[in-house]
């Protein structure tokens, strides 16, 4: 019931409470507190609550990790993200499109864009569906970086995969083409020049199914 609520604080008095009287928690009620505290953008409670669970000898299920990989996603931060899902890995348990894509979202915000692209990959090789959300993401962190070449190769395999892309990603995929580092890179010998590409995007626009 917290967890629906987004009730962070009710949760966390709660588990509280049980230590009190004597009562061991459980994966379910620890998960639903992870939940209530990821949905408020309380990451640090979240892994609190998770290494409660291993510190009475319960396994963390995915979705109790799940749940801390999105309390960190909101937050931005991507070594906890990424540290808790190579230990979902590590453990088999196998994450959600959903997770993986918070996770992205971790690194997006601390403009970790190789790392955000390696979770991309790691779900390629997991089989999970990787949608707008985790591409989306993914461009944002190469444009934060000012890598356009990254963003354009995440466009082609876009392209491919038949994506239903909306007006902000396209819009973030021409802003990394046209960001002020890429002056260093626009030589002759390079076959199509970043301000090239953002035209072709821009224009591509009104064929694609682009989401308004």
């Not at 609520?5 to 009710?10: E, F, I, K, N, P």
């Not at 190789?114 to 985790?134: D, P, S």
């Not at 934060?144 to 038949?162: C, E, G, M, N, P």
């Amino acid at each position: 019931a917290c967890a629906k609520g987004v009730s962070a604080a009710s949760a966390l008095h709660l588990l509280r409470s049980a230590g009190a009287w004597r009562l061991k928690p459980d994966v379910i009620t620890n998960t639903a507190a992870i939940t209530a505290c990821a949905r408020t953008k309380q990451w640090a409670s979240a892994l609190s609550l998770l290494q409660a669970l291993t510190q009475h000898s319960l396994q963390p299920d995915a979705m109790a990790v799940g749940a801390a990989i999105s309390a960190c996603g909101h937050d931005g931060s991507w070594l906890q993200a990424l540290g808790l899902l190579l230990q979902m890995l590590q453990h088999a348990l196998l994450p959600t499109s959903v997770v993986c894509s918070a996770a992205i979202s971790a690194c997006e915000r601390a403009a970790q864009w190789e790392q955000a692209l390696v979770v991309l990959q790691t779900m390629g090789r997991l089989k999970l569906v990787v949608g707008l959300i985790a591409f989306s993401a993914a461009a944002l962190a190469c444009t934060r970086s000012r890598k356009w070449r990254a963003a354009i190769a995440l466009y082609t395999v876009v392209q491919q995969r038949s994506i239903v892309l909306d007006t902000l990603t396209f819009n973030v995929m021409i802003s990394s083409c046209i960001s002020d580092d890429n002056s260093g890179n626009n030589n002759s010998s390079s076959r199509v020049q970043p301000w090239q590409w953002a035209l072709a995007l821009f224009a591509a626009m009104p064929t694609l199914r682009v989401l308004r």
